[in-house]
């Protein structure tokens, strides 16, 4: 029973290196996946494979990131989700072979360096100046603020899931949301390598919360597992998202936590969701409960969330924030902006919600 129910997503050997069907043959992702597939490592440098492939990275994230190409977007930021699931995925796939060799790393410097550069450049007007997030008081009030902004889309979004989406729209909403669900807990794990003993005490206690507190029925992963199996789905191995923001979204976390230099950013990254999400669970919710469902029973992953991550995030300030920053004041602004990239990359998967659900158009 305890095994049922527990859902152990052991990742196939090589689920996330096959593109999809209609993958281009020049493109990014075809050229990855079969960079990835080769077993032997022992030609040191880059081939004239790999190289192509980067080179080709480089020109397709021009017409994504310079041009506005959201096909060239969507094929760049699906390879790096590949390639973090590299990271991530089953130890004795080929994909973890080349982690440590030069082609591979060279892909994910250029992604990261064109990705942190732009998404930077796009947040700047909201960041304080310097000074101001050496206070710990302004940076914990700041990032609180922004988490409770909404914005007209944000609030369609919500208001559209409580009170008028189909049950097939919701349905394709928790699918569309499982990925980051299923990793959330890697993103935690990674935020844990030392800094201070508090900050550690404090992550370990939500990896606590997630991990079901000891019980492995009511792991977070196992609840969500319970709420696709009420609505008759399950999460292919590659996503389903034909649209390149919800990877960019997830994506995000990954650039962050496997980056020392961004270890606050991913901190305070860290802290948005906590604060952004318990208004959008209530609303699913109250989705849930209109079409005669009892969420408490039958879809506890978001009743629950309710009421936790509004505890979360206080805790996550309080227990985090304010103590890196007392004790290292120019961790300020690498914090806020950390949280001024999850709130665009969570803007943009409301846009991507937004068109889903027939609010908006792409």
Request: charged share 25%; glycine share 6%; aromatic share 10%.
């Amino acid at each position: 029973m305890i095994k049922d129910l527990s859902l152990e997503r052991i990742p196939s050997r090589d689920g996330v290196l096959r593109p999809a069907q209609d993958t281009p043959a020049g493109s990014v992702e075809k050229l990855l996946g079969e960079c990835l597939r080769i077993t032997d490592t022992r030609l040191g440098r880059q081939n004239g494979h790999q190289a192509h492939l980067l080179e080709t990275l480089e020109r397709t994230l021009d017409k994504g990131i310079a041009s506005g190409d959201e096909a060239a977007l969507l094929d760049v930021h699906r390879s790096a989700y590949t390639i973090y699931e590299t990271l991530l995925g089953h130890p004795l796939s080929s994909g973890p072979l080349h982690e440590r060799s030069e082609w591979f790393n060279s892909f994910r410097h250029i992604f990261e360096e064109r990705v942190m550069n732009a998404d930077t450049e796009a947040v700047s007007h909201r960041l304080p100046s310097p000074a101001d997030a050496t206070q710990s008081g302004f940076v914990r009030d700041w990032i609180l603020a922004e988490a409770k902004e909404r914005t007209p889309l944000d609030s369609a979004v919500e208001i559209h899931l409580a009170e008028h989406a189909t049950l097939e729209e919701l349905a394709q909403f928790v699918q569309a949301d499982g990925y980051l669900n299923y990793r959330f807990y890697d993103a935690l794990v990674l935020a844990q390598p030392h800094f201070m003993e508090t900050v550690k005490h404090q992550i370990s206690r939500h990896m606590w919360d997630e991990c079901g507190e000891g019980d492995m029925l009511t792991a977070h992963t196992v609840q969500f597992a319970r709420s696709l199996r009420r609505l008759g789905l399950e999460l292919p191995a590659v996503p389903l998202w034909e649209d390149w923001r919800p990877y960019a979204g997830y994506n995000l976390y990954f650039i962050l936590a496997f980056n020392r230099r961004h270890y606050f950013k991913a901190l305070g990254s860290l802290a948005m969701p906590e604060l952004f999400d318990a208004d959008r669970d209530a609303a699913v919710v109250r989705g849930f409960k209109r079409h005669g469902f009892n969420p408490q029973k039958d879809f506890e992953f978001f009743f629950n969330h309710m009421e936790a991550d509004a505890e979360h995030g206080p805790e996550w300030l309080d227990g985090v924030v304010l103590p890196i920053v007392e004790a290292e004041p120019e961790a300020g602004i690498e914090l806020i902006t950390g949280g001024a990239l999850r709130m665009l990359a969570m803007r943009r998967y409301n846009a991507y919600l937004a068109h889903r659900l027939g609010l908006a158009e792409a």
